[in-house]
């Protein structure tokens, strides 16, 4: 029976200005939402973007997130120490300033740094070799970004290996 | 018996102490203290000094003053002007059989709940004038948009916008308003011959005044009193040109930064005497256009 009341009778039509002001009203929420899982150097990017993208770069099998300052193709330097506070993480480096089996930079401003409106770039890599104190150092190229997605899958993958 | 009524009596004020000394201690306290600091030079670091009505004819002489209270006058007739309208056309749409109902009541209210902080610093990202998420929306249908919160002239309808977006608590009052109004108001109606809008504005509204007459004074009251948007978004200063300097960032500076408490105790009673003259003024209109018949 239909509803006595023809308030709350309604048209197929009313969907038409519900889902406008409801996408309005979703918005900002779902951008917030996507915001929060994007990497740093994917927000605030123009124009926008909707989805999270990690950059990453593969080193032995191995996938590692980096937030990198890189241009797209040029070659950087993946360093593991094994020793310092750096103990353990990707260094993703310049090779010009790998000496010695270590970061030092020639000059400050060369190291990395977050450039925002750089593109979030993946990288490939082009060659290892292991140092003394068995530190893990990697040749990279860098290289066009992937989705979280692909990501995550890919270390579910290395992870199982 | 009367030893019996005494302890009644005795227990009933033990059971009242504890919210009356609350209402004390809290309220009546603060306020006559505040409205004695009003008379008096005071920063705080040294005791008051008694000035009179000083506080209250420098403030009629003060610019900021003047500044302040149009921008939040500004503020408040849009919000509560706009507001109305979004969130009783929410309310009229959603108060049907349409499907997705419970999907879109969630969508709609879902902004209000979020924190007055959370939602400024989100709409402060979206704001911006070149990477924001507005303007980039704009950008993409041709529209080149204003700097929006960094533009004097775009910064208090930006404020306004954001307000509308928390409109979901209000239509959630008048969802329940409208679904209070009998069923059988409308049976008669339709056989009079009445169609959409002479229901709307001969049935509806009418029962629905009541409510009405709560949202507006309840967001009257919370449009002058709005601080916490324009001190995240724009800074303490209600930049740009202090068009966002709304009346409680002044008196929060005037107080807190300034340390003229004596003054921003003044600004608080203005306030105060402005939103009673307000209430009650939306009270004796509402005698015209209330109905509480059922």
Redesign the interface.
């Known amino acids: 029976m239909p509803s006595p009341n023809p308030l709350t009778r309604t048209t197929p039509l009313i969907h038409l200005p519900l889902i406008v002001l409801a996408t309005l009203f979703a918005l900002p929420l779902l951008w917030l939402l996507l915001t929060a899982l994007q990497p740093r150097e994917q927000v605030g990017k123009i124009p926008p973007e909707w989805l999270p993208r990690q950059a990453f770069i593969r080193i032995a099998g191995e996938t590692v997130p980096v937030t990198p300052p890189l241009p797209v193709g040029s070659d950087k330097l993946v360093v593991v120490p094994n020793t310092g506070p750096k103990r353990g993480k990707h260094l993703l480096v310049d090779p010009a300033d790998f000496h010695d089996g270590q970061v030092k930079p020639a000059q400050p401003s060369r190291r990395l740094r977050v450039d925002r409106n750089q593109l979030p770039s993946r990288a490939r890599a082009v060659g290892s070799r292991t140092l003394r104190d068995r530190q893990r150092v990697v040749l990279v190229e860098i290289q066009q970004p992937r989705s979280a997605r692909i990501l995550r899958r890919a270390r579910a993958r290395s992870a199982a290996k | 018996m009367n030893s019996r009524a005494r302890a009644n009596r005795r227990n009933g004020l033990l059971f009242c102490l504890p919210w009356l000394i609350g209402l004390t201690v809290f309220l009546i306290y603060p306020l006559c203290a505040a409205f004695y600091y009003s008379l008096c030079d005071y920063s705080v670091l040294l005791p008051p000094v008694f000035i009179g009505f000083d506080n209250y004819l420098d403030l009629a002489q003060d610019p900021l003053f003047w500044q302040s209270l149009y921008n939040t006058a500004y503020f408040a007739t849009g919000s509560v002007l706009l507001g109305l309208l979004v969130s009783l056309s929410?309310a009229?749409?959603?108060?049907?059989?349409?499907?997705g109902l419970g999907?879109?009541r969630t969508?709609?209210f879902?902004?209000s709940l979020?924190p007055v902080v959370a939602g400024s610093i989100?709409?402060m990202?979206?704001y911006?004038g070149?990477?924001g998420?507005i303007n980039?929306g704009l950008?993409?249908i041709g529209i080149s948009g204003p700097a929006w919160l960094a533009d004097p002239t775009w910064a208090k309808p930006a404020i306004v916008i954001m307000a509308v977006?928390g409109a979901?608590n209000a239509m959630v009052i008048y969802l329940a308003g409208?679904q209070d109004?009998p069923?059988s108001l409308?049976?008669a109606a339709?056989i009079d011959g009445a169609g959409?809008f002479q229901?709307?504005v001969h049935v509806?509204l009418p029962m629905i005044s009541p409510v009405i007459y709560f949202n507006v004074v309840l967001s009257i009251i919370s449009g002058f009193q709005a601080f916490t948007q324009a001190f995240i978004m724009t800074g303490s200063t209600g930049a740009p040109e202090r068009s966002t300097l709304f009346y409680v960032l002044n008196l929060y500076n005037v107080g807190f930064q300034d340390l003229r408490m004596g003054y921003a105790s003044a600004m608080a009673w203005v306030l105060f005497i402005i939103i009673l003259l307000l209430t009650f003024a939306a009270t004796k209109l509402s005698q015209r256009f209330v109905t509480y018949d059922r």
């Open positions: 929410l009229l749409l959603l108060n049907s059989k349409v499907k999907l879109y969508v709609f879902l902004p979020m989100l709409w990202v979206m911006n070149q990477s998420l980039s950008r993409a977006w979901g409208l109004v069923s409308y049976e339709i959409f229901r709307l509806t």
